[in-house]
């Protein structure tokens, strides 16, 4: 059956690309101003909104459709995507010398509606004191304007990183053990087994 990416990432491209996989990539345009306060309901919710947007758009012929989405919380406080250069600061200095949270959200569903399947995955990471000028350096190379969290930990704001507990790939945005369990549990053969 085809495989659809609901999302624009590059990383999400290449860590479902990395277990070998061929699919297409349908991006969703959807609001992702969604009204909830739990994070595990936000990306849940915001996952299987992004997959049915798309299910939605498909025209030939039955399709496996992924969702995810990514979100930082630190102390009970949901942080996106930087909306400007002083947003990306704030949020790196409050990020400084704190352990956080990273929530991503996994959604696959058949395009015809007849299965879906919804999970989370939550990782800690910890951050060691930033310096404000390493913080505006960083800002400057353009890497956390579109990072939820304002940093990328596949990129130079792994330099911020003193160690994480969980699932590394779900930092970066999609937890590929839990991914590559749902792709099975839909019939999808990876690495050799159904």
């Given at each position: 059956m085809?495989?659809?990416?609901?999302?624009?990432?590059?990383?999400?491209?290449?860590?479902?690309?990395?277990?070998?996989?061929?699919?297409?990539?349908?991006?969703?345009?959807?609001?992702?101003?969604?009204?909830?306060?739990?994070?595990?309901?936000f990306v849940r919710q915001l996952s299987l909104v992004k997959a049915e947007a798309v299910a939605a758009?498909?025209?030939?012929?039955?399709?496996?459709?992924l969702g995810a989405d990514t979100i930082v919380v630190l102390k009970d406080q949901i942080l996106g995507k930087p909306t400007s250069r002083e947003n990306a600061f704030a949020m790196l200095s409050s990020l400084s010398g704190n352990c956080h949270q990273v929530f991503t959200g996994v959604s696959l569903l058949e395009s015809n509606g007849s299965r879906r399947k919804t999970l989370h995955r939550v990782s800690n990471v910890?951050?060691?004191?930033l310096n404000p000028d390493e913080i505006r350096h960083y800002i400057n190379t353009d890497e956390p304007m579109d990072k939820a969290g304002s940093y990328a930990l596949q990129g130079l704001g792994s330099s911020f990183v003193e160690k994480i507990d969980g699932c590394y790939?779900?930092?970066?945005?999609?937890?590929?053990?839990?991914?590559?369990?749902?792709?099975?549990?839909?019939?999808v053969k990876i690495l050799g087994l159904p």
């Open positions: 085809r495989i659809v990416l609901a999302s624009a990432s590059p990383r999400r491209l290449d860590l479902l690309s990395s277990l070998g996989l061929r699919f297409d990539v349908v991006p969703s345009d959807v609001d992702e101003n969604i009204d909830l306060t739990d994070p595990a309901e758009q498909l025209t030939n012929g039955p399709a496996l459709v910890y951050f060691r004191p790939t779900n930092i970066i945005g999609l937890p590929v053990p839990d991914t590559l369990a749902m792709l099975r549990e839909f019939g």
